[in-house]
């Protein structure tokens, strides 16, 4: 029970995009197509969930057992960047239609820093490693959601006369806004 | 000579090149921690120290780091340097620290000091590459006071805990939230544009104006001539 109410706070209570800001650079980035923005939320899922699992590890197993807690950002930043190009080494083996599908936008996600912050704050709140894999899977269905959910939007908002000075980022970033609001409806769900 | 181009590489990033307003970088503080202008004067000053400190380093070793691991390399020294300022804010300053939470070690993933490293200390000598990033350090602190100031201006009536506004006023919450830091973040942003997008035309009707009057000249002269 515990783990759900962590993966629906995860996913919509506490969305990380918009009520942590974590991933705001794809979000506003690659959010013009829905297609496009699918594929780099469920790309972005993986990889939580895989950070979540390692850095879990790393952590807990490693630089706790050995005093190291001072040198957990450079471990994970290494970790993560080292992972996300193993994942993308691992689906171009697997699945070419997959790798084509995410090619582009595997990279980016190493700056996106909900993977940071999902590790960080694994740390912060003393997950345990089950507690650890739904809070990543959460995240990333959180993330999946608001950027596709903005991606529908952008779509529409591509046929409304939009003034000069909002085009592009203001008026993205107000969407964002008037996003979070509604998202802030879900807070009394726990 | 030189001076002046020294002087143009330090205000480029508090203007023309602001990393907030003009290239959209380091968004996720800029939004998260600007709830009151100290919160954002913290987040600056820490990310400023970091994006100097690294950015003298990576300028002093840029011969030295092979051009295939140079971002591991950049992140690495980033890392450390935002380890230093973590641990010191946890000592000096608890509160703050815990107020600011996941999003000092944050700035490890800041595209601010990234993209300065690689856009600019990687290709320029310490001095330069030190002038430019506390320009940009600058442009990033000018840019979250202002933020943190609005929003604590309309959200709680006060800025730098200093009541401002009287006490009939009431506040709106929504400014504190998530949702007011995207709409006062893309105000500002509009605001930007709609003066840079006045500027341009000022210029161009000043140019259109010069060319007529060029035009006139020579009409004119033409005609003295025949």
Do not use: H
């Not at chain 1, 003034?163 to 979070?180: E, N, S």
């Not at chain 2, 990033?133 to 200093?162: M, Q």
């Not at chain 2, 830091?181 to 500027?199: D, E, P």
Request: contains cysteine; hydrophobic residues 55%.
């Amino acid at each position: 029970m515990e783990v759900i109410l962590i993966f629906i706070s995860a996913a919509i209570i506490n969305n990380f995009v918009l009520s942590y800001f974590l991933g705001i650079c794809p979000f506003i980035g690659v959010s013009n197509k829905i297609s496009s923005a699918f594929s780099m939320g469920i790309a972005t899922t993986f990889v939580l969930t895989v950070t979540a699992i390692v850095s879990w590890l790393i952590y807990f197993m490693i630089l706790l057992p050995f005093k190291l807690e001072f040198l957990q950002y450079v471990a994970f930043i290494l970790v993560i960047a080292s992972l996300v190009q193993l994942v993308e080494m691992v689906i171009k083996k697997v699945s070419q239609p997959l790798y084509r599908a995410l090619g582009i936008f595997l990279p980016l996600i190493t700056t996106n820093c909900a993977i940071l912050g999902l590790a960080l704050f694994i740390v912060l709140r003393n997950y345990s490693f089950i507690e650890s894999i739904f809070f990543g899977l959460g995240a990333g269905t959180g993330f999946t959601m608001a950027i596709t959910i903005m991606a529908g939007i952008r779509e529409e908002l591509e046929l409304a006369n939009v003034p000069d000075a909002f085009k592009g980022a203001p008026i993205t970033l107000i969407v964002a806004g008037i996003l979070a609001l509604a998202f802030m409806g879900f807070s009394g769900l726990l | 000579m030189i001076r002046i181009s020294y002087w143009r590489e330090f205000v480029k990033g508090i203007l023309d090149q602001n990393p907030t307003f003009r290239q959209l970088l380091g968004t996720c503080p800029t939004l998260a921690v600007t709830v009151s202008a100290v919160n954002g004067i913290a987040m600056a000053l820490a990310t400023s120290f970091v994006l100097v400190f690294s950015s003298v380093i990576i300028s002093m070793i840029r011969k030295l780091i092979p051009s295939q691991v140079r971002i591991a390399s950049y992140i690495v020294i980033i890392a450390s340097f935002v380890t230093i300022v973590d641990l010191v804010m946890k000592a000096r300053f608890p509160e703050l620290s815990k107020e600011l939470g996941p999003y000092i070690p944050l700035i490890v993933v800041n595209c601010i000091i990234l993209g300065r490293a690689e856009a600019f200390s990687s290709k320029n000598t310490i001095f330069r590459s030190f002038l430019d990033a506390l320009g940009n350090g600058t442009g990033f602190l000018l840019a979250l006071t202002l933020i943190g100031s609005i929003r604590e201006l309309i959200g709680s009536g006060k800025i730098f805990n200093f009541g401002i506004l009287p006490a009939e006023f009431n506040p709106w919450l929504v400014m504190i939230l998530p949702a007011g830091a995207f709409i006062t973040y893309g105000l500002l942003l509009a605001s930007i544009n709609q003066i840079s997008i006045r500027k341009k035309r000022i210029k161009k009707e000043k140019m259109i104006e010069e060319i007529i009057g060029k035009k006139k000249e020579s009409v004119l002269l033409s005609e003295v001539a025949s």
